[in-house]
C-alpha cells in the first residue's frame, strides 16, 4: 500500500500541504461533495476545504433534510456558486455564506434538481480572468473551472482581494503539473490502445466538453388502423415529438394526423385526441425540430423508433447515438425499457432515483425525463472512465 498523506490524502511523493495557505475570510464557504467526487484523486474540494478556515465540507447527494444547510439555504445572505449565475457577486445583497457544489457538470446538475429548495437559492458565477488551470481535467464550459479556481475568483470578488486568494492555487498548481509529469514518465513501455472505442461509452467522449450537442427526443406515432383500411404507404406516422438539451432547452409538437386517427392511440399516448387533431401541419412542425437540432446536433434516443418516424418523415438520418445499445454494452446485458435501465444504471448510488420530471405532455414526455437521467448517468460513467485512462498513461 501506497504511504498516503492524512491531511490531504494523496500520496506522500504529491503531497501539496506545504503549498496551502491559511486565508481567513469573512464569507462561509460550504463545499457539497457529491460523494463520487470524493473518490477522485485530483478532485480540489478539499485542498479548497484546507485552505480556508472558515469553511465546511459536506458529502452527500440530497440535502433536504440537513438542518444546517436547508437553514443556509433559507437565509438570504446565502448564495450558490454555480455556472451561469450572476458574474457579478458584489453587486447584489451581501453574501456572508456561499454554498458550492463539487462534482462533475451533471453531478452538479443532479445535485440542484433532487435539492428543490437549494435549487431555488441565489446564484452567482464568475467571469475568469484567465483560463482555467485543470489541464488533467475536461469541463465542459470554458467557466466550469475547477473548484479551487472558481471558489478563489468568487471569494476574489466578494472580498475586494483577488490577489490574496489567488495563493489557493499554488498547490492546485503544483498537483496538476506533478499529475502530468507522471504521465509522461510513467514506467514501462506503453501499452498498444485501440483508442476510446475499446471502451463501450467510447462514442460519448466527443460529448464530454459539449454535453449540449446531444438532442435527447422521443416520438409517439399515429398506427394501429385496421388492415382493410386500404390506406397504402407505412403503417406509422410521426404525431407527437418532444426533445431537450443539457442546456436546458426543451421542443415539443404535435402533428396533425395525415391519416385517420389510430383508435387507441390518444391513450397510448396518453395525451388529449384533439391535442393530436389540432396538432400543426407536419412540415412546419419538422422545420422547428430541424431549427432545434442545428447544425452540430446529434440525436439521442433509446433505440431505433424515434430515429426511423423522423427519417419516414424526411429529417434524413443525422447523427444519432442510441442509448439503449449504449446502456446495453455498459450493463452487459438487455436495459429493459428506459426507466429500467436508468434504476440499473444508477444501481449503488446513494439515492434510490426517483420518478424524474416529465420534460413534455403524455408518455413521451415521461420517457424524455428518464432519458435525461440515463445521459447523465452515461456520461458521468464516460468521464471517469476518461479521467482514469489518462491517469494509467
Not at 445583497?93 to 462534482?103: A, K
Not at 457538470?105 to 437559492?121: D, G, Y
Not at 383508435?263 to 425540430?289: I, K, M, N, T
Request: aromatic share 6%; charged share 25%; with cysteine.
Amino acid at each position: 500500500m501506497r504511504d498516503v498523506c492524512w491531511r490531504c490524502r494523496r500520496p506522500r511523493p504529491v503531497c501539496y500541504c506545504a503549498l496551502l495557505p491559511s486565508l481567513p475570510t469573512r464569507t462561509r464557504v460550504v463545499l457539497l461533495q457529491h460523494p463520487r467526487e470524493r473518490r477522485v484523486g485530483i478532485g480540489t474540494a478539499r485542498m479548497t476545504h484546507l485552505s480556508l478556515p472558515n469553511s465546511e465540507l459536506h458529502e452527500g447527494v440530497v440535502f433536504e433534510e440537513d438542518p444546517r444547510i436547508m437553514a443556509l439555504a433559507a437565509d438570504p445572505t446565502t448564495a450558490v456558486l454555480f455556472p451561469g449565475g450572476d458574474p457579478d457577486p458584489a453587486a447584489g445583497p451581501p453574501v456572508l455564506s456561499l454554498l458550492v457544489v463539487d462534482g462533475t457538470w451533471w453531478q452538479a446538475r443532479k445535485m440542484l434538481a433532487v435539492n428543490p429548495r437549494l435549487a431555488a437559492v441565489r446564484r452567482i458565477g464568475v467571469t475568469p480572468r484567465a483560463p482555467g488551470n485543470y489541464r488533467i481535467r475536461r469541463e465542459p464550459r470554458p467557466e466550469c473551472l475547477a473548484t479551487v479556481e472558481a471558489v478563489a475568483s468568487a471569494l476574489g470578488a466578494l472580498e475586494g482581494e483577488p490577489a490574496r486568494f489567488d495563493e489557493m492555487l499554488r498547490a492546485f498548481e503544483f498537483m496538476v503539473d506533478r499529475q502530468i509529469e507522471h504521465q509522461a514518465r510513467s514506467d514501462g513501455p506503453r501499452r498498444r490502445s485501440r483508442g476510446p472505442a475499446a471502451s463501450p461509452l467510447g462514442p460519448l467522449r466527443p460529448y464530454l466538453a459539449a454535453p449540449e450537442r446531444v438532442v435527447l427526443v422521443e416520438g409517439g406515432a399515429n398506427s394501429g388502423w385496421p388492415a382493410d383500411a386500404g390506406a397504402a404507404g407505412p403503417r406509422s406516422e410521426l404525431v407527437h415529438l418532444v426533445a431537450s438539451r443539457a442546456s436546458g432547452e426543451r421542443f415539443e409538437a404535435f402533428l396533425r394526423p395525415r391519416r385517420p386517427l389510430g383508435p387507441s392511440v390518444a391513450h397510448q399516448l396518453e395525451v388529449p385526441e384533439r391535442r393530436l387533431l389540432d396538432g400543426e401541419e407536419a412540415g412546419a412542425a419538422l422545420a422547428r425540430f430541424r431549427a432545434f437540432v442545428g447544425p452540430g446536433g446529434v440525436l439521442g434516443a433509446w433505440g431505433a423508433f424515434t430515429a426511423d418516424l423522423l427519417a419516414q418523415e424526411g429529417l434524413g438520418r443525422p447523427p444519432s447515438l442510441d442509448l439503449r445499445y449504449l446502456c446495453a454494452r455498459h450493463l452487459r446485458r438487455r436495459p429493459g425499457g428506459v426507466a429500467n435501465g436508468a434504476r440499473a444504471l444508477l444501481c449503488g448510488e446513494p439515492t434510490e432515483p426517483a420518478e424524474p420530471t416529465p420534460r413534455g405532455s403524455g408518455r413521451a414526455g415521461r420517457t424524455l425525463g428518464w432519458l435525461e437521467v440515463v445521459l447523465a448517468r452515461l456520461l458521468d460513467l464516460a468521464g471517469e472512465e476518461d479521467v482514469a485512462a489518462r491517469g494509467a498513461a
